[in-house]
Nanobody
Framework: QLQLVESGGGLVQPGGSLRLSCTTSGFPLQFYALAWFRQAPGKEREGVSCISSGGTSSTYADFVRGRSAVSRDNAKRTFYLHIDNLKPEDTGVYYC???????????????????WGPGTQVTVSS
């Protein structure tokens, strides 16, 4: 069993940056592919970014590509999402998630992930 808890959300001005953290407990983190999803009010949940089990491959959604970075620190049992140049449309609840098996190349498909954190609110507004 793997438990995940997000932190780092809050109110950010447009153009600003934030770093979300996901702290995990349970099984060793290195076996899991990890990802971030988000859900804006009134919209479906969507994938933001993911990183493979070995950390050698990452994927980004078009709406954050070029202004985002996903990373993991297996020793600290934590992974991160950094986003620059935040826009009001980045507002939503951000979830950190983990797969149930080793994935050498990750995809932003919800069905690929078994463990979910409770989510953290990110609001981009002036």
């Amino acid at each position: 069993q793997l438990q995940l808890v997000e932190s780092g959300g809050g109110l950010v001005q447009p153009g600003g940056s934030l770093r979300l953290s996901c702290t995990t407990s349970g099984f060793p983190l290195q076996f899991y592919a990890l990802a971030w999803f988000r859900q804006a009010p009134g919209k479906e949940r969507e994938g933001v970014s993911c990183i493979s089990s070995g950390g050698t491959s990452s994927t980004y959604a078009d709406f954050v590509r070029g202004r985002s970075a996903v990373s993991r620190d297996n020793a600290k049992r934590t992974f991160y999402l950094h986003i620059d140049n935040l826009k009001p449309e980045d507002t939503g609840v951000y979830y950190c998630v983990a797969s149930s098996s080793v994935q050498h190349a990750c995809e932003l498909k919800q069905e690929n992930y078994y463990y979910w954190g409770p989510g953290t609110q990110v609001t981009v507004s002036s």
